[in-house]
């Protein structure tokens, strides 16, 4: 207990602003007028309805408070430390320090925390009533991928536990520390992102969240904190194309594989009799072949039709095998350098219901990563996306020389994968094409390969595409917003297929 009249160390948060109150105080602005009657924005454009829009009720949740969580009065606080509940950092410190003995204690008895759970305990002389653990990644760049799906886990986890245990307020620490060597503003991202969806879809009985920084951490905050939790329709609209590619799925999980499956093939599930073997040896199939030094598999077959020594079946059969070596390898080899480039992912559906994959150009830096690598990655990610229709929207916007994919590798991609990926493939929309594109295209389309001249679109403009693909149906890179901005002009409202 405090002394009589001495001043509590604790703050109350309810004496904090919210957000939604913070840049009134903070820039001294008036509130917008309505938006209807605001003829600035009603002229502009809303072809690319922001994934966070605007909104008061949930603003109203979020705080941003520069100084120590421990001394919070929430329902519960967040500690960032180790699997072993032992960490020595300076938010753990302070937690024990003000928590008291009894909090080591009871750690003892917890036997550790795994990397990306929740532990919980008591707040003993905290004002918080509850100290929510958590074991954040160590961040390594090999390992990007898997350490932000596991960051996304701790947010998740945490925020879950708070509505399990009907808490109405929720101080968060940062939960990646120094020494983890988490980067500062690609955890910020995650963080911000992960409450936000939670928020909207679960977060009905939790009234407040505080982002409890230090005042090193407090400018990534604030300059990141308008892009996931504008205050106006004029902060989400600026804030549009700040967004990153990758803002995670609908409830803020990174959308990209973050942990290779591992599969060892069974013995005999792809072993061949004496005759498929002599086959194989004269095809030179994936394994006794570097990718550069690849055997044209596809040629040779077609010769040996030709010759009268193999049936199409058998070619077929073949093909087939030769397919599953590439994808067993995609599920066994670590491919989260290729995952981080973003360069392939899924997003929503087009006007007819098909899954739409997004490739990005400029984030194919050609020259400098292991292009057998990037296949297997292709093949890893698009092996359950073909076993139905889909498209492909391919952005060639400002991509450079070390970007542009050689014909020759585009081949071996046509003549390695499943039938699956050319016969489901329904659309190709080639997005901001140059005239050298163009034609490059139209000869490898024309002479190369079969099947595909029909299927491919240039398209010149996002207002084109969005003819085929509602704009919330598509994550597009900011970089490809504003170009098309700045050299097609602002864009028209697509009208809904449905009339609405």
Not at 11 to 39: F, I, M, N, R
């Amino acid at each position: 207990m405090d002394p009589l009249g001495a001043r509590s160390q604790f703050v109350d948060v309810h004496s904090l602003p919210t957000w939604e109150q913070s840049k009134q105080q903070q820039d001294g602005e008036e509130p917008d007028a309505d938006p209807l009657q605001d003829d600035s924005l009603t002229n502009q454009n809303w072809a690319f309805p922001s994934p966070f829009p605007h909104r008061d009720d949930i603003n109203r949740k979020i705080l941003l408070f520069t100084g120590d969580v421990s001394l919070l009065n929430c329902t519960a606080i967040v500690n960032t430390t180790n699997e072993t509940l032992t960490d020595k950092n300076p938010i753990s410190d302070s937690i024990h320090i003000h928590a008291g003995p009894d909090l080591r204690d009871e750690l003892m008895k917890l036997k550790g925390c795994r990397t990306g759970e929740v532990k919980m305990t008591e707040g003993f002389n905290l004002a918080a009533r509850f100290i929510i653990h958590t074991v954040g990644p160590k961040f390594k760049a090999k390992y990007r991928t898997a350490a932000e799906s596991s960051l996304y886990s701790c947010y998740r986890n945490i925020l879950q536990l708070a509505k399990e245990q009907a808490m109405v307020s929720v101080g968060l620490c940062v939960v990646s520390t120094m020494k983890r060597a988490y980067p500062l503003e690609d955890a910020t991202h995650i963080a911000l992102r992960t409450v936000r969806r939670f928020l909207e879809n679960h977060g009905q009985s939790i009234e407040m969240v505080v982002f409890a920084v230090s005042e090193a951490e407090e400018p990534t905050y604030r300059k990141l904190l308008p892009l996931y939790y504008p205050r106006s329709l004029t902060e989400e609209r600026s804030s549009l194309p700040l967004l990153p590619a990758d803002i995670g799925n609908s409830e803020g999980e990174p959308v990209v594989p973050e942990r290779q499956i591992r599969i060892a093939e069974k013995p005999g599930s792809l072993e061949d009799d004496a005759e498929d073997d002599s086959l194989e040896l004269d095809l030179g199939l994936v394994g006794t072949h570097a990718f550069a030094r690849m055997e044209g598999d596809v040629d040779k077959q077609r010769k040996l039709i030709l010759q009268g020594q193999m049936s199409e079946a058998a070619v077929q059969k073949q093909h087939q095998r030769n397919y599953n070596r590439w994808l067993c390898r995609a599920r066994a080899e670590d491919l989260s350098d290729i995952a981080a480039l973003k360069a392939l992912y899924q997003t929503g559906i087009d006007m007819c219901g098909r899954t739409v994959m997004v490739m990005v150009g400029r984030n194919i830096p050609v020259t400098l990563i292991d292009m057998e690598k990037a296949l297997l990655y292709f093949i890893h990610v698009m092996d359950h996306i073909t076993v139905k229709e889909y498209v492909m929207v391919y952005f060639h916007t400002l991509t450079a020389e070390h970007n542009h994919l050689d014909s020759d590798f585009l081949k071996k991609v046509y003549d390695i994968v499943d039938t699956k990926f050319k016969k489901n493939l329904k659309a190709f929309y080639f997005v901001h094409p140059t005239f050298r594109s163009k034609v490059s295209t139209w000869f490898f389309t024309t002479f190369s390969v079969s099947g595909m001249k029909d299927k491919v679109h240039h398209v010149d403009t996002l207002q084109q595409l969005f003819t085929c693909i509602l704009p919330e149906q598509i994550d597009i890179p900011p970089f490809v917003l504003e170009y098309d901005n700045r050299v097609n002009g602002p864009y028209l409202p697509i009208p809904h297929p449905s009339g609405l």
